[in-house]
């Protein structure tokens, strides 16, 4: 960082809205939209992120772990695994979901490069593990994200990333606009202000291609979700994968 050059980070607002949501979110396994069990996510991202990993001893970083399912998923099959999340509240959650203390977590805000680069310089270089964040975020904040995925992969590391594809903005608009009003479970992010955004397929490798890195891998796979319609099916939105890594002629240091 230059000096005098301003750091950026999640606005309060945001900040706040997440708190509210994950203060009021039951700890009962799947009462929250996305948390479905890790057989039908992580497992499943896993089949294509564990044969590209370069480097398995690294530690592995949940970067948006909420309330810890799929991280401790993970921590059973890596041996030092951190999720992180920019609500306390989240991490409050997924601490004492963990009695065990299987992973660590810790409140990280992912926009925040100094903070990041703390987390890279304890941990050293990092996989970096992230599912469905870059629509949540702010469009501000998207890059600033994507840079701190960088950061943590340093020279070795390798990311995966999963993201609601375009094709699942109508979907998510056909449950928003239901004659019964959205889902139960849809309705608490909308009832804090989170509204989840378009992050268009070109955008996504665009944004992370800005940060230095490159496609390894993609694919597409459905964005499970612990919500079913009316007639008992389970709500699955569209989504992309990508693997991600640092050209091989970078040299070494963090982004």
């Given amino acids: 960082m230059l000096p005098g050059e301003t750091v950026m980070s999640v606005t309060s607002k945001y900040l706040d809205a997440w708190e509210g949501f994950w203060r009021e979110a039951p ?24 044969a590209r990993i370069d480097h398995p001893d690294l530690p592995l970083v949940d970067l948006g772990c909420g309330n810890g399912t799929q991280t401790r998923y993970l921590a059973a099959r890596y ?12 991490v409050e959650h997924a601490r004492s979901q963990d009695p065990d203390g299987e992973a660590r977590f810790e409140q990280l805000d992912a926009t925040d490069p100094k903070a990041v680069q703390a987390l890279h310089d304890r941990l050293g270089d990092a996989n970096v593990y992230v599912r469905g964040v870059l629509h949540q975020c702010e469009p501000a904040d998207r890059q600033p994200l994507a840079d701190a995925v960088a950061t943590l992969l340093g ?23 239901s004659p019964q009003g959205p889902p139960p479970k849809l309705r608490p992010v909308f009832a804090h202000g989170i509204a989840p955004g378009e992050v268009s397929d070109a955008a996504l490798v665009r944004h992370f291609t800005e ?3 490159r496609v390894v891998a993609e694919g597409e796979l459905p964005l499970v979700t612990t919500e ?14 990508l693997v991600l890594a640092r050209p091989a002629s970078d040299g070494a240091g963090a982004h």
């Fill in 27 to 50: 700890d009962e396994a799947g009462a929250v939209l996305w948390d479905a069990e890790p057989a039908l996510t992580a497992a499943r991202h896993l089949a294509h992120f564990a």
């Fill in 79 to 90: 041996a030092r695994v951190t999720g992180v999340d920019l609500s306390l509240a989240a």
């Fill in 155 to 177: 020279r070795d590391g390798r990311a995966f990333v999963v993201e609601l594809a375009e094709a699942a903005k109508p979907v998510l608009m056909g449950l928003a606009q």
């Fill in 211 to 213: 940060a230095g890195l």
């Fill in 228 to 241: 079913y319609t009316p007639d008992g099916r389970r709500i699955e939105l569209p989504s992309r994968w």
